[in-house]
């Protein structure tokens, strides 16, 4: 073989190294990211699911697979192989190389995601105060004047004594009086009249009835938790059919400061959920997207009124509850998402995590690509102004097939975002959207705990009264 044929073998297999080497760094990459992503449900925010696990990936790696094949049938073909190349010492020298590249290139996303990096970070807007929206008030419209009765000139001339006649007493015109206004009837916040049966006038009143149905599905249904209070109801009920298990806190709130958020924007400060829970007192209480410890380069970001990260949202879903108690659910792949938009409509929470588990109609949504797997779910429902509800899925995250029987000694196995779309569709919310599940899932109530919570949060979404 000449000089020049030996180059072009040379180039050829450099090339197709490369190519071989690249797949084994980004299939190696995709190995761990399937993993992580499947057995850990809020990892997806931070290392970009939708780049590393769907169709960027998906179509990357078989096109360099094939590439690197052909490479190498042509080298082959052509009598350009040497042999020696592919001996013991070479393979395993490869092989280091590739795993340290690997690493390095996970180290990099997550690094990146994570925010290690302190320069790599957009600066932080928050916390602004959001424009607070005036409540409007019914017009209160002015007293009608009474009529004046017209004096004719014979009443004059009547009413007037003739020369030296005495007269006759006055008798005293009273003062008009003026009809009082009627005072609004006060409208009770958020549910005007509505579900008045619901709360109290009086102290709160809080039960634990533990009073049971069946379903016709054979799903048993257990209120387990009220309460009663001015501005608050709360009603928690369990549901278990065979092994799955899950909880709905209907909630009912006149005022929406009723519906707090609590947090600490920096990631070393949290805590646990039943702690944030009980320093905060409130009555009932999940955790929620985990902002601060979520790609810090990325959502609007807003708590109690107060703007706390004013980023751009480009891979996960928004939710957005406003001043006025409406919801909305963003899909960031359909839904346009102009924040300056959403801040001047008063907003009062907002959320990026995800997905958003309805359509604009209240149907369910499915064929989630990425984090379809059973795992322990958190998530936010709206029904009107007023009227929300928080849902915890128990779960084990090493359980993954229902049709075995659930779950191994007698654990519940969770859900798949297919199936609590369908559940939350079916149970009438108008709006359900996804927060951070897993390890943070959970939900506290009345020193009661439900959930897998194994692991601490930055924030909570909660009830106080």
């Not at 003739?162 to 958020?190: F, M, Q, R, S, V």
């Not at 899925?393 to 654990?411: A, Q």
Request: some cysteine.
């Amino acid at each position: 073989m000449n000089k020049n044929g030996e180059q072009r073998f040379s180039a050829l297999r450099t090339v197709a190294m490369i190519f071989a080497n690249l797949t084994a760094i980004l299939s190696a990459n995709y190995i761990v990211f399937y993993i992580l992503d499947h057995f850990n449900p809020g990892f997806h925010f931070v290392v970009r699911s939708e780049f590393f696990l769907t169709k960027y990936l998906h179509f990357v790696i078989p096109v360099l697979m094939i590439l690197t094949a052909l490479l190498y049938l042509l080298v082959y073909a052509a009598g350009g192989a040497k042999p020696k190349r592919f001996q013991k010492k070479n393979l395993i020298l490869i092989l280091v190389i590739d795993v340290i590249l690997a690493g390095a290139f996970a180290m990099t996303v997550n690094a990146r995601a994570f925010g290690w990096v302190k320069w790599l970070r957009p600066a932080e807007t928050g916390p602004v105060a959001i424009a607070t929206r005036v409540p409007t008030q019914a017009p209160t419209e002015a007293p009608t004047p009474e009529p004046t009765a017209e004096v004719t000139p014979e009443q004059t001339e009547r009413e007037t004594p003739a020369p030296g006649e005495t007269p006759a007493p006055e008798t005293p015109t009273p003062e008009p009086t003026e009809a009082p206004t009627p005072e609004p009837t006060p409208i009770p916040g958020l549910l005007g009249d509505k579900y008045q049966e619901k709360f109290s006038e009086g102290e709160p009143v809080i039960t634990e009835p533990n009073t049971s149905e069946t379903l016709a599905d054979g799903t048993v249904k257990t209120l387990v938790y009220t309460y009663a209070g001015k501005s608050v109801a709360i009603e928690i009920h369990h549901y278990k059919k065979d092994k799955q298990e899950y909880q709905i806190a209907d909630l009912y709130v006149r005022d929406l400061d009723k519906l707090t958020a609590v947090f600490e924007n920096d990631q070393g400060k949290a805590k646990e959920l039943k702690v944030f829970a009980r320093e905060s007192k409130a009555l009932v209480a999940i955790n929620s997207d985990y902002f601060s410890n979520n790609a810090n380069d990325e959502g609007l970001i807003i708590r109690n009124g107060m703007l706390i990260r004013n980023h751009t949202c480009k891979h996960s879903d928004l939710l957005v509850i406003y001043q006025d108690g409406t919801v909305r659910g963003f899909d960031v792949k359909n839904d346009p998402i102009n924040n300056e938009e959403i801040l001047a409509s008063y907003p009062y929470h907002s959320f990026y995590f995800g997905p958003t588990l309805l359509d604009a109609d209240g149907n369910a949504r499915s064929n989630f690509k990425a984090l379809n797997a059973r795992n322990p779910r958190t998530v936010f429902g709206y029904y009107e102004p007023g009227h929300y509800a928080f849902l915890c899925v128990l779960g084990d995250r090493t359980i993954r097939n229902i049709e075995t029987g659930g779950g191994t000694d007698g654990k519940a196995p969770g859900m798949t975002l297919d199936e609590v779309s369908a559940l939350c569709a079916s149970l009438g919310m108008k709006v359900a959207y996804n927060f951070d599940g897993g390890g943070s899932s959970g939900m506290y109530w009345n020193e009661h705990y439900f959930g897998h919570n194994s692991r601490i949060t930055g924030d909570i979404l909660a009830i106080v009264d």
